[in-house]
């Protein structure tokens, strides 16, 4: 059921969103040099790798690591990097991973390949067999601004609540949460 509802969403989020989508990927390429799109490799369910895409907010020569990582993140921010964080719109191409079935609309946020700590935490406690979400109860919850092990801890919280009413709450309080831009620290 949650499957066929990442399905229907994707493909009307693609139809609704088809503008603005298009809009960035220009600014994108407006703005700064390189590619609109950044791959980057994640850790799906089962702690499978798989590419994710994201609209390019930070310059080409940014290293491969978590953003809380970096020692001055703005630094390797593009001329709309800031506006497309704090808008989320930097999200939209996963839209095509909710397609592929390696995310889902609400699930834990895909571990970037290398965050051995946050990987190993999840996989102690089972959250690793989740398919991973464009939006989840960590989330909403403080997002950027939280310690990995509260991240799990919320995680973990998910995996046993897990329902489609809960899924549906979760949506709403991200749409909030984007409107207001609240937990986004870059």
């Known amino acids: 059921m949650k499957r066929l509802m990442d399905l ?22 407006l703005t700064s040099s390189g590619p609109a799109l950044y791959w980057s490799d994640r850790i799906g369910k089962g ?14 020569d940014t290293p491969a690591v978590a953003t809380h990582l970096l020692a001055d993140p703005k630094s390797f921010l593009t001329p709309i990097g800031s ?17 592929k079935g390696d995310m889902s609309f609400v699930g834990p ?29 960590a989330q909403i919850n403080g997002r ?9 801890k919320l995680d973990v919280e998910y995996l046993r609540r897990k329902s489609i009413a809960l899924d549906i709450q979760i949506l ?15």
Do not use: Y
């Not at 409107?179 to 870059?186: E, L, M």
């Open 8 to 29: 229907i969403l994707a493909i009307a989020a693609g139809i609704i969103l088809i503008v603005p989508i298009l809009l960035v990927t220009l600014l994108v390429r």
């Open 47 to 60: 702690n499978k790798i798989f590419r994710m895409p994201k609209f390019r907010s930070m310059r080409t």
């Open 83 to 99: 506006f497309l964080r704090k808008s989320s719109l930097d999200e939209l191409p996963q839209l095509w991973s909710i397609l």
């Open 109 to 137: 946020r895909p571990a970037l390949f290398n965050q051995d700590d946050l990987i190993e935490l999840r996989t102690q406690q089972g959250v690793h067999e989740l398919v991973p979400g464009l939006t989840g109860w």
């Open 144 to 152: 950027d601004e939280l310690p990995i092990p509260d991240k799990v």
């Open 172 to 186: 709403w309080l991200t749409f909030i949460k984007v409107i207001r831009r609240d937990g986004v620290s870059h």
